[in-house]
């Protein structure tokens, strides 16, 4: 028979096992029917290089139409009479449509790294580290070995740490991925694996400044000039994380009460941050320039904060005599360390530094600690410049 929309509607399933029912236009191409009822438009040929009868499903009965099945069972056919086998073109097509790295990447930074605080710099470190390698493979043909080959040669490289970040990244990826459910893919390529299985044991770091490092990095931010002069000056003074004072928006500052308010999306504990400002910290703030319309402290001409970190680093190395071996953190912990030789009670030096409260500190004690902590930074930012001005 001639399969119409109303035949295909009126095919009863069959008691047991299934029923196929042969369209007449196009040989080969029929419609398919379980017990249960289910129907499947297949296209069914014999296959010269298998010696035997090969079923193709062409789609769901409701899910595609009458005339686009039988078009593609036309195709289909055409490929049976040039000698090809439509098997291997159909498995060809779909490894073709499957879900391409990229892709998969793109939603990921939509629907995941979007609004994290950590989130651009994330989007930025799988672009450069996978995306060359992976961009249009299947990410169900993601295996242990490719992994392993991009997170060992940073190991390789000398740099355990950003082995150990990609390798993080790239977990956080996967299991994204397969929570989903809908990109086929079911598995963490290296699921049985542990950082420390492949970059090894994480070793605190305890370097911190020396008085004479501090003096010549604050010598080298008036040659950096702005932005990342006064931001890294604001570090030294405040104790902050990179990014917590890179990315600094004015609405953030009360000058006139001299508070900096750092909302919890934008902090690492996930708590709101309230900074007292001394007299040091407002003389930065107050000669930054305030470009219309712009929310940030520290752009490079667009409204949007500081980047390009590691070039920041190099310049700053260059200006401080080719000294390398410090990162940017080393600041704060440098903060910290010498908070610890002011006398500053043990917990409003934590505060100072952002740090949650310890124990049932957190619920009970619900003090803000804010002339604690300008009286800290006070003695800090003093020390500082002693520091600093020292001949």
Not at 171 to 192: H, M, Q, V
């Amino acid at each position: 028979m001639s399969l119409t929309e109303l035949t295909i509607r009126k095919l009863k399933p069959p008691k047991a096992s299934r029923r196929e029912v042969y369209d007449r236009m196009v040989p080969g191409f029929g419609i398919r029917i379980t017990d249960k009822g289910a129907k499947s438009f297949i296209y069914v040929f014999t296959s010269k290089a298998r010696h035997k009868r090969v079923r193709l499903t062409i789609g769901r009965v409701g899910e595609i139409s009458l005339e686009t099945a039988r078009e593609k069972a036309r195709e289909l056919r055409a490929c049976v009479r040039s000698g090809q086998e439509p098997a291997d073109q159909e498995a060809a097509h779909k490894a073709a449509q499957a879900h391409r790295f990229r892709d998969v990447l793109d939603l990921y930074a939509k629907r995941a790294l979007v609004g994290m605080r950590s989130g651009t710099e994330t989007r930025k470190l799988l672009n450069r580290e996978l995306l060359p390698f992976w961009a249009d493979r299947p990410i169900t043909a993601i295996t242990r070995a490719d992994v392993l080959e991009r997170v060992e040669a940073k190991v390789d490289a000398g740099n355990p740490e950003a082995a150990r970040r990609l390798f993080e990244s790239t977990r956080r990826l996967f299991n994204w991925a397969i929570s989903r459910g809908t990109f086929g893919i079911d598995y963490w390529p290296c699921e049985k694996l542990r950082t420390q299985d492949i970059v090894g044991r994480k070793t605190p770091r305890t370097r911190i400044l020396t008085d004479d490092e501090l003096r010549a990095l604050w010598q080298a931010t008036e040659q950096l000039g702005f932005p990342f002069g006064p931001m890294i000056r604001l570090l030294m003074t405040a104790g902050l994380r990179v990014r917590e004072a890179a990315e600094a928006r004015w609405q953030e500052f009360d000058l006139d009460k001299a508070i900096w308010t750092i909302p919890a999306e934008r902090m690492k504990s996930g708590a709101v941050h309230v900074l007292p400002l001394t007299t040091e910290m407002l003389a930065i703030i107050n000669q930054l320039p305030r470009i219309e319309g712009h929310q940030f402290l520290f752009t490079s001409g667009r409204d949007k904060p500081v980047s390009g970190f590691s070039t920041m680093k190099q310049r700053l190395d260059t200006l401080m005599g080719g000294k390398t071996d410090w990162t940017q953190h080393d600041i704060r912990r440098a903060v910290r360390t010498q908070l610890s030789t002011l006398p500053v009670p043990e917990l409003v030096r934590e505060l100072v530094v952002a740090h949650t409260k310890p124990g049932l500190h957190r619920i009970y004690d619900q003090h803000a600690y804010l002339q604690e902590k300008f009286e800290a930074l006070r003695l800090w930012n003093a020390r500082l410049m002693g520091i600093v001005n020292a001949t």
